[in-house]
């Protein structure tokens, strides 16, 4: 069988509405006596011939899983740093919270343990990570899970600390609402 086709045959039965993103070490478990350059190969053909999209760099989504539209930044977020503690935070949760007056569309900001920066996801938008010492036990109270993005999500105190430590721009924010 070829390797194209192996490929799709095996996204088709693996992929779901929850697992439709997918890291090249992924790939690499699938097709283990494959070389680097020659995955890469696969993997520039599959996106070629529309059998897998790539978000950015190292990470694809596979079109037909039926994935939840409109979450694929939060969910491509969650698999880049899924080694690292990190919580949706700053503008992207204080707009989730009602408290800023512009809806960033297309952007999603994330506090990491891991290093800041910012990852371009072509036609769904960019991530940007920015690096935080914060540890979970320290900030738990101040967070929640949500289900939906896959992500922990700051609570509106402690996106608006993160606000004033990043040093961004509070003229939209609007802290005239309880807290």
């Known amino acids: 069988m070829q390797t194209i086709k192996l490929l799709g045959n095996t996204l ?9 993103l997918f890291s090249v070490s992924d790939f690499y478990s699938l097709f283990p006596e494959m070389s680097s350059p020659a995955l890469r190969v696969l993997l520039g053909r599959a996106v ?3 059998i897998l999209a790539r978000i950015c760099y190292g990470l694809y989504l596979y079109p037909k899983a039926g994935y939840p539209k409109g979450l694929e930044l939060y969910h491509a977020a969650s ?4 080694e690292s503690f990190c919580y949706l935070s700053l503008e992207s949760a204080l707009s989730d919270e009602g408290l800023i007056s512009q809806i960033p569309l297309g952007w999603i900001t994330i506090m990491t343990g891991g290093r800041s920066g910012i990852i371009s996801c072509g036609k769904w938008g960019s991530i940007e990570f920015i690096h935080t010492k914060k540890h979970f036990d320290d900030i738990s109270a101040l967070l929640v899970y949500d289900r939906r993005y896959g992500l922990w999500r700051a609570k509106a105190k402690l ?8 040093r961004r721009s509070m003229e939209l924010v609007n802290l005239e609402t309880d807290l």
Request: proline share 0%; glycine share 8%.
């Open 48 to 50: 070629k011939s529309g």
């Open 159 to 166: 996106a608006l600390q993160d606000m004033k430590s990043a």
């Open 12 to 20: 088709e039965t693996l992929a779901g509405r929850e697992h439709y």
């Open 79 to 82: 698999r880049l740093r899924e």
